[in-house]
Nanobody, 118 residues
Framework: QVQLVESGGGLVQAGGSLRLSCAAS????????IGWFRQAPGKERALVAS????????WYADSVKGRFTLSRDNAKDTVYLQMNSLKPEDTALYYC???????????WGQGTQVTVSS
């Protein structure tokens, strides 16, 4: 049983910062990659950042590169998404997800809302 629990969302003004947390529990040894997705109203869910569970290497979507940073606390099996210089277009429901090697994202959190006011 795998569980992903997000926290840290909220309302922030443009230019502000938020840090999202994704606490993983259960069979995390099966993880190959963990990612953060977001879905704005009327738009498809999109991957914005991901991290290799073993190496810690990261990837960022162009839309967030230079503003968002992933980090990880190995002792807590928690991944953080630090979001700086937030823009109104970053407003979305943010999801943490994980996948095994050679598979799609199969483990999902419940989501946390991020709202950026102009």
């Amino acid at each position: 049983q795998v569980q992903l629990v997000e926290s840290g969302g909220g309302l922030v003004q443009a230019g502000g910062s938020l840090r999202l947390s994704c606490a993983a529990s259960g069979r995390t040894v099966s993880f190959y990659e963990i990612g953060w997705f977001r879905q704005a109203p009327g738009k498809e869910r999109a991957l914005v950042a991901s991290m290799s569970w073993s190496s810690g290497s990261t990837w960022y979507a162009d839309s967030v590169k230079g503003r968002f940073t992933l980090s990880r606390d190995n002792a807590k099996d928690t991944v953080y998404l630090q979001m700086n210089s937030l823009k109104p277009e970053d407003t979305a429901l943010y999801y943490c997800a994980a996948r095994p090697r050679n598979a799609v994202y199969v483990y999902w959190g419940q989501g946390t809302q991020v709202t950026v006011s102009s």
